[in-house]
């Protein structure tokens, strides 16, 4: 079976295409701007490299958040149309904070596990697992000081792109393992995405929203 992952929610464009569990091709771009205009130019692109037409795709995942507005947005919109063009392709979301947390190996994973996102604000973006990667938090926008006393009194894992600036002040944490991924890997976004294809718990992209969008109204 083939699989399809991509991602806009972060500062980027990153598609994965996997046959069975093996990434065969992969897209990675750095964009601050304009992931939507880049990301199904690209998927047509990787599928017609390997002769393929997107009805042959078994499951598409796709990252719903958190991230900025319009990246979700993007990441949501096109699974949506593309799920609507091929109804017989599965399609599931994944959280970012799933993906960073599928990526720790064994050995650095704790009994409390805090995935940190970053907001570009005062606050952070975080959710919390325990060492079987269930969920022990809903994923929350909160500041460093609302954060801090969830992870006192236990050895804890830190990973996400939030957690350089979440240890600039000091903790006084007891830390287990420290991991300071710069984004979810679409490798990682894809496994999730069979992981819950295989165990029968697909659930269609929804946009994962932890705040209202920043707007403004010009004077």
């Known amino acids: 079976m083939y699989t399809l992952a991509f991602d806009t929610t972060a500062s980027g464009c990153n598609i994965a295409l996997l046959d069975e569990n093996r990434v065969i091709d992969r897209f990675e771009m750095q964009a601050e701007f304009g992931q939507a205009e880049i990301l199904v130019p690209q998927?047509?692109?990787?599928?017609?490299?390997?002769?393929?037409?997107?009805?042959?795709?078994?499951?598409?995942?796709?990252?719903?958040?958190p991230g900025?507005?319009?990246?979700?947005?993007?990441?949501?919109?096109?699974?949506?149309?593309?799920?609507?063009?091929?109804?017989?392709?599965?399609?599931?979301?994944?959280?970012?904070f799933e993906a960073y947390m599928h990526s720790l190996d064994i050995s650095e994973l704790s009994s409390l596990n805090?995935?940190?996102?970053?907001?570009?604000?005062?606050?952070?973006?975080?959710?919390?697992?325990?060492?079987?990667?269930?969920k022990l938090s809903d994923a929350q926008a909160l500041p460093y000081e609302d954060i801090l006393?969830?992870?006192?009194?236990?050895?804890?894992?830190?990973?996400?792109?939030?957690?350089?600036?979440?240890?600039?002040?000091?903790?006084?944490?007891?830390?287990?393992?420290?991991r300071m991924d710069k984004s979810a890997s679409i490798s990682d976004i894809a496994a999730c995405a069979l992981e819950k294809y295989k165990a029968h718990k697909l659930n269609y992209p929804k946009p994962m929203y932890l705040r209202a969008p920043d707007v403004c109204v010009k004077s």
């Open 43 to 65: 998927i047509a692109e990787m599928l017609a490299k390997r002769n393929l037409k997107f009805a042959q795709i078994g499951l598409l995942g796709v990252c719903v958040g």
């Open 68 to 96: 900025s507005f319009t990246g979700v947005r993007s990441s949501v919109a096109a699974a949506r149309a593309l799920a609507l063009a091929s109804p017989q392709t599965a399609v599931t979301g994944v959280t970012a």
């Open 114 to 134: 805090a995935v940190i996102i970053e907001t570009k604000r005062d606050d952070f973006y975080v959710q919390l697992f325990n060492g079987r990667l269930e």
């Open 149 to 178: 006393p969830l992870l006192k009194g236990k050895a804890v894992t830190l990973i996400g792109d939030g957690a350089e600036r979440f240890l600039d002040k000091p903790s006084g944490l007891v830390l287990h393992a420290i």
